[in-house]
């Protein structure tokens, strides 16, 4: 979904909020398809609001996936906040894949999931402050 302001009501609406003044009404649009809902000759009239807010699909592969959760964990608050999203969805993601870690004799960390799949490694800081 797509949301689109009719350019110059955007301008208007800010201008008045800024003189304490009343209301302002302002044609607003939510669409999918901006071409097929807006003629041509009409477009250069609408501003579209957010257009970098639409979802990207990354793939990564279970080890990718651990460095990034790993990665996040250690970033610092803000960037932590920021990639809250993905860190739920990487969390939902290693339940479904039913992974376990265990610690090796030497502090080693063995991490599998139930496809099989194992990856050992040395414990990141966090691992070995108390988990």
């Known amino acids: ?15 008045r909020a800024k003189d304490g ?14 071409e097929l809902a807006v003629a041509e000759p009409e477009r250069k009239y609408w ?5 970098s807010w639409y979802t990207q699909i990354l793939k990564v ?8 959760m790993g990665l996040i964990m250690q970033a ?17 993601l290693k339940k479904a894949a039913e992974v376990t870690k265990e610690i090796l004799p030497g502090g080693m960390v063995r991490i599998r999931d ?10 990141l800081p966090y691992e070995v402050e108390g988990n």
Do not use: H
């Open 114 to 123: 139930r496809d099989g799949n194992v990856i050992t490694r040395a414990p």
């Open 1 to 15: 979904m797509r949301l689109f302001i009719k350019a110059g009501g955007r301008d208007k609406l800010i201008s």
């Open 61 to 68: 592969d279970a080890f990718e996936s651990g460095c990034l």
């Open 76 to 92: 610092e608050g803000g960037a932590r906040l920021t990639l809250e999203g993905v860190w739920k969805q990487l969390v939902a």
């Open 21 to 34: 003044g009343g209301f302002q009404t302002v044609e607003v649009l939510a669409t999918n398809n901006f």
């Open 47 to 51: 501003v579209e609001l957010y257009p």
